[in-house]
């Protein structure tokens, strides 16, 4: 153990966040790391194994230094998935009326149900899992999806094998690498030892080529996929659940993005067979709601999802939930009480096909320029190839020249390389004068 006093190592030239690249032209971030210690406590050697720091605060750095550089710059951020329309009025309504219930005797509620009102839980099942066999005590409430992915590391512990798309929603491998799930960081691959990296690529229509992919207990799965836009198909989906059934596994099937599906393919694993005894689902009101601040989400766990000791999944999620958690704000879930009625629903359409829009002309001005054009469809994210050139450097040109924050596709894992994406989350008008930018520069 470090003794008090002593002096830590520089940690030297360390990988910009989840980079992926060829050695000889990875970008390197120094980290300050020279300090005096002031207590004797071992830092956690598996948050040592993080290269850097979280994707989007990083982003968010380097969008500060840019502005710093060029103080008279209207940066438009089309960078993290960060939605900017209003929350319709339906719904803070809800908001306001549930804070303001706190006031009186009647309307006063402390501590809820750590799994989330049970009004709101049967609305959810109702809502989105109508005709699909999950009850509302398979629903539990949250703070969203994100939190969700961090406890459930939790809850299947250390000893677990991992797999990811890769791409992949960097929130996965981190609280993996976290957990101590993982080994470290192999700077050759920009891959953390002990995680299957399940290559979705152009070639594959990103969705991985399962015949090639290590068997691992958890699969972490995010359809439609964040970041490359793809939507899987129920052939697909069915391909996925047969895998992970003949495997033993848990898929962990993120579908935050799942309303904007627009092409009749599956919007809940649970649509699929056989789904409900290997798949946990997690979904927020993040993305349809605009919830993004507010925080409401949900967790999936059947009751048919068993253990190898045959013990429910979901009798140890809801000790974790109880120990980590203490339910979703009262207020919050006010709100999420209007998101499931039908002028909830409705006013939620309004916004997601408010940014679907967005995905069109982000779309059209790409493909216009003649570049290879992936996703915004049936999803809210357009994956663009820049092939040959590193991510990070795309990304530091199209904020240095068009004053815009993108998303470097290596950020998401090895496979992203040679990509940015970029977000539909934008006002119109930012998004429209993004295009006029992105045009000016690589227009032809
Ligand atoms: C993203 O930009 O990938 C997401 O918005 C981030 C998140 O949902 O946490």
Same mark, same amino acid.
């Given at each position: ?11 030297? @030239? ?11 032209? @990875? ?8 300090? =005096? ?78 799994? +989330? ?9 109702? @809502? ?22 961090? @406890? ?5 512990? &250390? ?79 069915? &391909? ?27 919007? &809940? ?94 779309? =059209? ?9 992936? +996703? ?14 590193? &991510? ?24 992203? =390389? ?27």
């Amino acid at each position: 153990m470090m003794k008090h006093g002593a002096t830590m190592r520089p940690t030297g @030239r360390t990988a910009v966040v989840g980079a992926a690249r060829p050695r000889a032209t @990875r970008t390197v971030v120094r980290m300050a790391a020279v300090s =005096e210690a002031t207590t004797g406590v071992k830092r956690n050697p598996n948050l040592a194994k993080l290269g850097a720091g979280y994707l989007f605060p990083e982003i968010g750095r380097r969008r500060r230094e840019h502005q710093e550089k060029n103080p008279d710059a209207k940066i438009i951020s089309l960078g993290i998935g960060d939605t900017t329309e209003p929350i319709p009025k339906v719904i803070t309504d809800a908001l306001q009326g549930a804070a303001a219930g706190l006031n009186t005797k009647e309307g006063y509620s402390g501590y809820g149900a750590e799994q +989330g009102m049970g009004g709101l839980r049967d609305k959810l099942a109702s @809502r989105f899992y109508d005709g699909l066999g999950i009850g509302s005590d398979e629903v539990f409430v949250s703070d969203g999806s994100k939190c969700d992915i961090s @406890r459930m590391l939790m809850l299947f512990g &250390s000893d677990t094998s991992i797999a990811v798309q890769d791409p992949a929603y960097p929130a996965y491998v981190d609280s993996s690498v976290i957990m101590g799930a993982t080994g470290v960081l192999n700077e050759e691959t920009s891959q953390y030892n002990n995680i299957t990296y399940m290559n979705c690529l152009k070639e594959n229509g990103f969705f991985p080529d399962l015949s090639k992919a290590n068997k691992t207990d958890l699969i972490f799965f995010c359809n439609p996929n964040n970041p490359t836009g793809a939507c899987a198909t129920r052939e697909q989906l069915q &391909s996925l659940v047969d895998f992970a059934k003949a495997n033993g596994s848990i898929i962990v099937y993120d579908a935050a993005y799942a309303i904007y599906i627009e092409d009749g393919s599956p919007k &809940s694993i649970y649509e699929i067979e056989g789904a409900d005894e290997c798949c946990i689902e997690t979904c927020s009101f993040s993305k349809y709601a605009g919830f993004t601040g507010v925080r409401l989400g949900w967790t999936v766990v059947p009751n048919k999802l068993k253990f190898s000791d045959g013990t429910p999944v979901n009798k140890d999620w809801n000790r974790i939930m109880t120990t980590c958690f203490n339910g979703a704000s009262n207020i919050v879930q006010g709100g999420g009480l209007a998101c499931v009625t039908d002028a909830g629903f409705d006013a939620m359409m309004g916004l997601v096909t408010y940014y679907k829009e967005n995905c069109k002309l982000i779309r =059209e001005c790409f493909v216009e320029m003649g570049f290879e054009v992936y +996703g915004g469809v049936n999803a809210p994210y357009v994956w663009v190839g820049f092939e040959g050139r590193p &991510s990070w450097d795309v990304f530091a040109e199209i904020l240095e020249k068009c004053d815009l924050v993108t998303t470097p596709g290596s950020g998401f894992g090895p496979s992203g =390389e040679g990509f940015v994406r970029v977000s539909a989350f934008g006002n119109r008008s930012d998004v429209e004068e993004a295009i006029r930018r992105l045009k000016k520069v690589y227009g032809k």
